[in-house]
């Protein structure tokens, strides 16, 4: 089954869903011994899921004795990080190029494919308008491949694209799913306007977008039954979103839509959603690599496209919700990584 592909500026070709590697961070969604993550990487690049995401507890080492293992006819996979800053940092050339380098070094490569820069503090604007110089810089000396961004707000990625110049980020990383959807108020234009694309996480909060959760009873938040980030994306469902009543109404007609392209899955509808604005470049979408394979389903992504009837339904079920008012309550992209 062949993947949708997209062209991640200026011209790398890559397929619109993209394994998220945070689930290896913590015991908590469960482990697999480090051959096992290796071989499940295999499995995924020969179907075809050659782009991998984040850097979180092993991943970035993971990669790269991944990338290491490879025959020289295998395809290349295409490795995405991030550098985080979240305490107050004086910025050099020195320091930002120590950490593209710590990252190199890991990622056993002579060039990051995308490097996506996260800033905690929006008050030291010139903290982060000179790592971007900086990033840039050895960008042109072919450290990078390609720069984006990680959840950063509407305003801070104009005046980034305004100072640096269209072309200076492809892509901004940030939460976008039938529940959160801020993008749609602002970040959407400026895809549009300067030519870079939105990468999605989140897109089915956790794995509460699926058919397991259909039907179940409103899940205690810090029940044994669900992983981090399930409980991250419950409390924003009833405490920025709606109620657990509402959700389940979601959830069954996407299992209704579902069934009218052939049974695909709650998953594979909630990923369509997300990948049929125009610009989401990807979804991240995280995997337990080693302990579950979901490629086949996921695949099945790319077999359907949602119809007007479709659309209209689930418009009809989000303005019941407080999703458009989420822009508000919670703030813009990335605003709840960071202190009021």
């Given at each position: 089954?062949?993947?949708?592909?997209?062209?991640?500026?200026?011209?790398?070709?890559?397929?619109?869903?993209w394994?998220?590697?945070?689930?290896?961070?913590?015991?908590?969604?469960?482990?697999?011994?480090?051959q096992?993550?290796?071989?499940?990487m295999?499995?995924?690049l020969?179907?075809?899921?050659i782009?991998?995401?984040?850097h979180?507890?092993?991943?970035e080492?993971?990669?790269?004795?991944?990338l290491?293992?490879?025959?020289t006819?295998?395809?290349r996979?295409?490795?995405?990080?991030?550098?985080?800053?979240?305490?107050?940092?004086?910025?050099?050339?020195?320091?930002?190029?120590?950490?593209?380098n710590d990252?190199?070094?890991?990622?056993?490569?002579?060039?990051?494919?995308?490097?996506?820069?996260f800033?905690q503090?929006?008050?030291?604007?010139?903290?982060?308008?000179?790592?971007?110089?900086?990033?840039?810089?050895?960008?042109?000396a072919?450290?990078?491949?390609?720069l984006g961004?990680?959840?950063?707000?509407?305003?801070?990625?104009?005046?980034?694209?305004?100072?640096?110049?269209?072309?200076?980020?492809?892509?901004?990383?940030?939460?976008?799913?039938?529940i959160?959807?801020?993008?749609?108020?602002?970040?959407?234009?400026?895809c549009?306007?300067?030519g870079?694309?939105?990468?999605?996480?989140?897109?089915?909060?956790?794995?509460?977008?699926?058919?397991?959760w259909?039907g179940?009873?409103?899940?205690?938040?810090?029940?044994?039954?669900?992983?981090?980030?399930?409980?991250?994306?419950?409390?924003?469902?009833?405490?920025?979103?709606?109620t657990?009543?509402?959700?389940?109404?979601?959830?069954?007609l996407?299992?209704?839509?579902?069934?009218?392209?052939?049974?695909?899955s709650i998953a594979?509808?909630?990923?369509?959603?997300?990948?049929?604005?125009?610009?989401v470049?990807?979804?991240?979408?995280?995997?337990?690599?080693?302990?579950?394979?979901?490629?086949d389903?996921?695949?099945?992504?790319?077999?359907?496209?949602?119809?007007?009837?479709?659309?209209?339904d689930i418009e009809?079920?989000?303005a019941?919700?407080?999703?458009?008012?989420?822009?508000?309550?919670?703030?813009?992209?990335g605003?709840?990584?960071?202190?009021a």
């Amino acid at each position: 089954m062949e993947l949708e592909t997209f062209t991640l500026a200026p011209a790398t070709k890559l397929p619109r869903i993209w394994i998220g590697l945070w689930q290896l961070s913590s015991n908590a969604w469960g482990s697999a011994p480090a051959q096992r993550v290796r071989d499940a990487m295999n499995i995924h690049l020969g179907k075809g899921y050659i782009a991998f995401a984040d850097h979180y507890g092993p991943a970035e080492g993971l990669f790269g004795h991944f990338l290491r293992s490879l025959s020289t006819d295998s395809p290349r996979p295409f490795g995405a990080t991030k550098w985080c800053v979240f305490e107050p940092t004086e910025i050099t050339y020195e320091r930002v190029l120590a950490a593209v380098n710590d990252r190199l070094e890991r990622m056993h490569t002579q060039r990051i494919d995308l490097l996506q820069f996260f800033w905690q503090d929006y008050r030291d604007r010139d903290g982060y308008l000179n790592a971007i110089e900086h990033l840039l810089s050895l960008r042109s000396a072919g450290k990078l491949r390609n720069l984006g961004l990680c959840n950063f707000d509407t305003a801070r990625t104009e005046e980034i694209c305004v100072t640096f110049g269209a072309g200076c980020i492809v892509s901004n990383q940030v939460q976008f799913s039938l529940i959160d959807v801020r993008p749609l108020h602002g970040m959407n234009d400026l895809c549009q306007k300067y030519g870079f694309k939105v990468l999605a996480y989140g897109t089915l909060c956790g794995g509460l977008l699926t058919d397991r959760w259909l039907g179940r009873p409103e899940p205690e938040l810090y029940s044994g039954q669900l992983n981090p980030s399930q409980r991250k994306y419950l409390d924003v469902i009833l405490k920025a979103w709606g109620t657990w009543d509402l959700f389940q109404a979601l959830l069954q007609l996407l299992r209704d839509i579902g069934d009218r392209h052939g049974g695909v899955s709650i998953a594979n509808v909630a990923t369509r959603w997300v990948l049929e604005h125009e610009f989401v470049g990807a979804v991240i979408i995280g995997a337990r690599l080693g302990l579950s394979d979901n490629t086949d389903d996921n695949a099945r992504v790319f077999t359907f496209a949602l119809t007007n009837r479709d659309k209209t339904d689930i418009e009809a079920i989000l303005a019941r919700s407080n999703s458009s008012r989420m822009i508000m309550s919670i703030g813009d992209c990335g605003a709840e990584y960071r202190a009021a």
